[in-house]
């Protein structure tokens, strides 16, 4: 099946600094979302973005699928980004297959 | 739209007991994922429905899982007799066939 790589597996910042998350998929993909676990478990849509790129107040994400990667950005950080960021792909080879393959997410620690 | 709506959200059950996990999609939607997230092994697809038929249960573990979807508003994930390893958090998470997937809130299931 399709394989989803998150770099890094984790990051530390320090409250208002910006950051940058990567994940590389080994596959063409019809859909491609990111998620924020955050501490209480709940998941939560942050992007819709099998290509182009998209921003919603402090987070931003480009997907380019011709190179089949996409990036989270997180500028201007908060304590309440923490949590684990997923990035999860649908492959677009497989007709018919409308399941999500996630990588293994990139924990993210904002300290005060 | 009240989301994808899950119960319960907690639940301890003895081992040999039988466990009945719910969830209702949001309207509209015709696609219904049952997800399983452990430290262990992340989180993992067990099947998925599309207008209601089972796609691809190729993840539910064993015989004793067992999901059903009598309509398009409803749910079951059931396991009988439940182990201890079963111990995780279930999550519902429902689409538009190939658009954006959005999770429930989990039930965090406890088999002593």
């Known amino acids: 099946g399709i394989q989803v790589e998150q770099s890094p597996p984790d990051l530390i910042l320090q409250e208002g600094a910006n950051s940058t998350l990567r994940c590389n998929f080994s596959?063409?993909?019809?859909?491609l979302q990111w998620f924020h676990q955050n501490p209480w478990g709940q998941l939560i849509n942050l992007f819709y973005i099998p290509s182009g790129t998209k921003q919603n107040g402090r987070l931003s994400a480009t997907t380019v699928a011709t190179e089949r990667y996409s990036l989270l950005y997180i500028s201007s950080s908060q304590t309440t980004d923490s949590g684990v960021y997923f990035c999860?792909?649908?492959?677009?080879?497989?007709?018919?297959?409308?399941?999500?393959?996630f990588g293994a997410g990139t924990t993210v620690t904002v300290r005060a | 739209d009240a989301g994808v709506i899950q119960s319960p959200r907690h639940e301890v059950t003895e081992m040999g007991q039988e466990v009945t996990l719910r969830c209702k999609p949001i309207s509209g939607h015709n696609s219904l994922f049952w997800y399983r997230q452990t430290m262990m092994r992340g989180l993992e697809l067990l099947i998925y429905f599309n207008n209601n038929v089972p796609i691809d249960d190729s993840g539910m573990p064993e015989d004793r899982f067992s999901a059903k979807m009598p309509n398009a508003s409803f749910s079951t994930l059931k396991i009988q007799p439940s182990e201890p390893r079963d111990s995780a958090v279930y999550f519902c998470?429902?689409?538009?066939?190939?658009?954006?997937?959005?999770f429930g809130p989990g039930t965090r299931l406890t088999v002593t």
């Open positions: 998470a429902s689409s538009l066939t190939s658009y954006e997937q959005y």
């Open positions: 999860a792909v649908e492959p677009s080879f497989i007709s018919n297959d409308y399941k999500l393959s």
């Open positions: 596959d063409s993909v019809n859909n």
